[in-house]
Every structure is written in C-alpha cells, then in structure tokens.
C-alpha cells in the first residue's frame, strides 16, 4: 500500500507529493474511492473535482 491521498484535493497519488495542486500534506486513512474520468460529470462536479484520476471519498 504505497498510495496516500491528498488533504488538499482528496486525490489518491503515489509518492511525497500532490501532482496537481503540489501540497505535501498527505493522509493514508481514507475510506471509499471515487474514479473521475469526465470531470463534466455530474458526479465529478458536485464533489468539486476538476481533473481526472482517483480521489479519496472520505478522509478518515
Ligand atoms: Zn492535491
């Protein structure tokens, strides 16, 4: 289990850092993951997320 999710945009990420927004503010506790392929989607929007890839539902 090498992934971390960002705090910043709950996006699930490999490595020390958020590729997109750049925050080293990571968490391994989450709960649930939520799979953006078309951030025109309703779904996308309404949870605030911009760019496609994996994202946290919840941070525990
Ligand atoms: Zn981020």
């Given at each position: ?42 779904l996308a ?13 919840h941070?525990?």
């Amino acid at each position: 289990m090498s992934d971390q999710v960002c705090k910043a945009c709950k996006r699930i990420i490999e490595g020390k850092e958020c590729a997109v927004c750049k925050s080293g503010d990571l968490t391994r506790s989450w709960k649930g993951t939520l799979i953006v392929y078309d951030t025109d989607s309703g779904l996308a929007k309404s949870a605030g997320q911009a760019v496609p890839g994996k994202y946290a539902m919840h941070i525990v």
